[in-house]
């Protein structure tokens, strides 16, 4: 039996189907690559952030390592107060222009830090400040430097952070015998707060501080980043970003809670695209397939009943012509619907 062919409304509707199929594959191809791109720039972004964070970070670390190590051992007052015995009206006028150097170089920083002078035997301080605001005092800020510098190794210099009045302040210092020259910047007021994102900092193997308010990662997950060293997208839509520094051995992690960001029904585009253009397209469609059927189908449609009206007329006017001759002969008429037949009388 030879394959049964479609009627030609049959065929039309079919080719309605496909092309419905073929638009609705584009829409969500398409949407599935804009999904794909958003989510890849709002990464991007993240990272450029957490990249530009800590390039920043580096150069001023690296800024005040410079001058603390200048002073060192260029600077004639550290150089008389570290290594000699004063007696306390030359331990006092050295340390005060030691501490004229030093706020020389705190007016120079624009951000919230500090340069210090620390000597252990006397307890007695000397720091200046820059001039951007801190949750803690200047006594405050001498008062915990004391107990950061002398608790810990006994090392000649290092890094350490420091928790003073709710803010992580990260200290540097140089050591000569019990007399400390350092710097301590405020790592709370540092980064600019943004909604959404919550630095922290890895110093070393598992110094953590969380140096924002807002709490996204708990220590354990950012000590569990510091192991695997994992950047992008989390289960719970999370956007990391690690950056590792290049002065010290700390590592920034930024993290951001990217739900309604990455949400499809955030983002009027693929609300376009899903919604917007399939239900027009859907109606665009119909409407071709309406005027297809007024165009094609029901012309030929008339043409077709027409043509059937036409062989239906001719067969009748046949079959009476036959049988007026009937009427004349000798011929009997065998007639059914489709054949006429004549046979002979005996």
Same mark, same amino acid.
């Given at each position: 039996?030879? #394959? #049964?062919?479609?009627s030609l #409304?049959?065929l039309?509707? =079919? @080719?309605?189907?496909?092309?419905?199929?073929i =638009?609705?594959v584009?829409?969500?191809?398409?949407?599935?690559?804009? *999904?794909?791109?958003?989510?890849?720039a *709002?990464?991007?972004?993240?990272?450029?952030i957490a990249?530009?964070y800590?390039?920043?970070?580096?150069k001023?670390?690296?800024?005040?390592?410079?001058?603390?190590?200048?002073?060192?051992v260029?600077?004639?007052? @550290?150089?008389?107060l570290s290594?000699?015995?004063?007696?306390?009206?030359?331990?006092?006028?050295s340390? @005060?222009?030691?501490?004229?150097s030093?706020?020389g170089k705190?007016?120079a920083?624009d951000?919230?830090?500090?340069?210090?002078?620390?000597?252990?035997?006397?307890d007695?301080?000397?720091?200046?400040?820059s001039?951007?605001?801190?949750?803690?005092?200047?006594?405050?800020l001498?008062?915990?430097?004391k107990?950061?510098l002398?608790?810990?190794?006994?090392?000649?210099k290092d890094f350490?952070?420091?928790?003073?009045?709710?803010?992580?302040?990260? /200290?540097?210092?140089m050591?000569?015998?019990d007399? @400390?020259?350092?710097?301590?910047?405020?790592?709370s007021?540092?980064?600019p707060?943004?909604?959404?994102?919550?630095i922290?900092?890895?110093y070393?193997?598992?110094?953590v501080?969380?140096i924002s308010?807002?709490n996204i990662?708990?220590?354990?997950?950012?000590?569990n980043?510091?192991?695997?060293? =994992?950047?992008?997208i989390?289960?719970?839509?999370r956007?990391?970003?690690?950056?590792?520094?290049?002065?010290l051995?700390?590592?920034? /992690?930024?993290?951001?809670?990217?739900?309604?960001?990455?949400?499809v029904?955030?983002?009027?585009?693929l609300?376009?695209?899903?919604i917007l253009?399939p239900?027009?397209?859907?109606?665009?469609l119909? *409407?071709?397939?309406?005027n297809?059927?007024?165009a094609?189908?029901y012309p =030929?449609g008339y043409? *077709?009943?027409r043509v059937?009206?036409?062989?239906?007329k001719?067969?009748?006017?046949? /079959?009476m012509?036959?049988?007026?001759?009937?009427?004349?002969?000798?011929?009997?008429?065998?007639?059914?619907?489709?054949?006429?037949?004549?046979s002979?009388?005996y």
């Open positions: 039996m030879g #394959k #049964k062919q479609l #409304k049959k039309i509707f =079919v @080719y309605w189907i496909v092309l419905i199929v =638009v609705m584009l829409l969500l191809s398409y949407s599935s690559i804009i *999904i794909r791109n958003s989510r890849n *709002i990464l991007e972004n993240a990272h450029t990249d530009n800590g390039f920043q970070l580096d001023d670390i690296t800024s005040m390592m410079d001058a603390v190590s200048s002073m060192y260029d600077n004639i007052h @550290y150089l008389r290594n000699y015995e004063l007696d306390d009206f030359e331990w006092v006028g340390a @005060y222009y030691l501490q004229n030093l706020k705190a007016d920083i951000y919230m830090a500090g340069m210090f002078f620390y000597d252990q035997k006397r007695s301080m000397r720091s200046l400040y001039s951007y605001p801190s949750t803690a005092t200047k006594l405050e001498d008062k915990h430097l107990v950061i002398t608790e810990g190794a006994d090392v000649q350490r952070f420091m928790v003073c009045s709710g803010e992580y302040y990260l /200290v540097y210092f050591r000569s015998r007399k @400390y020259l350092g710097f301590a910047i405020n790592l007021r540092y980064f707060k943004e909604n959404n994102m919550q922290s900092c890895i070393q193997q598992n110094q501080a969380k308010e807002i990662l708990e220590k354990d997950e950012i000590l980043i510091k192991t695997k060293g =994992v950047s992008g989390d289960r719970e839509q956007i990391i970003s690690v950056v590792q520094l290049k002065t051995d700390m590592m920034l /992690v930024l993290a951001r809670d990217s739900k309604d960001s990455l949400s029904w955030k983002q009027p585009d609300l376009l695209i899903l253009i239900t027009l397209s859907f109606f665009f119909l *409407i071709l397939l309406r297809l059927n007024r094609i189908l =030929v043409i *077709i009943q059937h009206e036409m062989a239906q001719d067969e009748k006017e046949f /079959v012509l036959v049988a007026n001759n009937y009427k004349k002969s000798k011929w009997r008429l065998i007639f059914n619907s489709d054949t006429c037949i004549l002979h009388f």
